[in-house]
T-cell receptor, first 116, second 115 residues
Framework: AQSVTQLDSQVPVFEEAPVELRCNYS??????LFWYVQYPNQGLQLLLKYLSGSTLVKGINGFEAEFNKSQTSFHLRKPSVHISDTAEYFC??????????????FGQGTILTVHP | DAEITQSPRHKITETGRQVTLACHQTWNHNNMFWYRQDLGHGLRLIHY???????NKGEVSDGYSVSRSNTEDLPLTLESAASSQTSVYFCASSSTSGMNTGELFFGEGSRLTVL
């Protein structure tokens, strides 16, 4: 089964600073990768996804991620964060390759806290 | 707009009681999932269904059951609640048609406390 590891449990950052949230995956098959965001007391929503093609993926709210096959990484970045980006972020991969029709394995989550 | 509705949003129960968490989706998705979220564990899959009358066990299925009698609903039942089942539960759905990407659509969660 595929798995993901989020390397940071908490990331504090000041407003307007850049941020990178790190995610590594383990897979020997074709990879689809996802980043989800969870705002306080809400469900998760899709931030961006990599299915194929360009390794640089752009998502909502100014976030982007780069798929790096050689390093088995899918790090999430934003050049300038806002207070409203404070949330928990999850990296996810299909359990058994392909899309698995939504049967995903999630990382442990990274809490991003943006300070004024 | 299509959505997933979970109820109740908050529930407190006692050890040994049976509890059912409801999930209703209007996306007309074939696939439905139940995850639990615990600090330090991310989300873990409990049960899932790929269609009516289909149910499958996930990573942490012990003590839980689901049934799928129609497309819209996948209730999650805790047969005899235990303190270890105190958690936040999320229902999600996904499509199998068209350009299926495996994207999940989530409800807002049900916070369960077992005393």
């Amino acid at each position: 089964a595929q798995s993901v590891t989020q390397l940071d449990s908490q990331v504090p950052v000041f407003e307007e600073a850049p941020v990178e949230l790190r995610c590594n995956y383990s897979s020997s098959v074709s990879v689809y990768l996802f980043w989800y965001v969870q705002y306080p007391n809400q469900g998760l929503q899709l931030l961006l996804k990599y299915l194929s093609g360009s390794t640089l993926v752009k998502g909502i709210n100014g976030f982007e991620a780069e798929f790096n096959k050689s390093q088995t990484s899918f790090h999430l970045r934003k050049p300038s964060v806002h207070i409203s980006d404070t949330a928990e972020y999850f990296c996810a991969v299909p359990v058994a390759g392909g899309t698995s029709y939504g049967k995903l394995t999630f990382g442990q989550g990274t809490i991003l806290t943006v300070h004024p | 707009d299509a959505e997933i509705t979970q109820s109740p949003r908050h529930k407190i129960t006692e050890t040994g009681r049976q509890v059912t968490l409801a999930c209703h989706q209007t996306w007309n998705h074939n696939n439905m999932f139940w995850y639990r979220q615990d600090l330090g564990h991310g989300l873990r899959l409990i049960h899932y269904s790929y269609g009516v009358q289909d149910t499958n066990k996930g990573e942490v299925s012990d003590g839980y059951s689901v049934s799928r009698s129609n497309t819209e609903d996948l209730p999650l039942t805790l047969e005899s609640a235990a303190s270890s089942q105190t958690s936040v539960y999320f229902c999600a759905s996904s499509s199998t048609s068209g350009m299926n990407t495996g994207e999940l659509f989530f409800g807002e969660g049900s916070r369960l406390t077992v005393l």
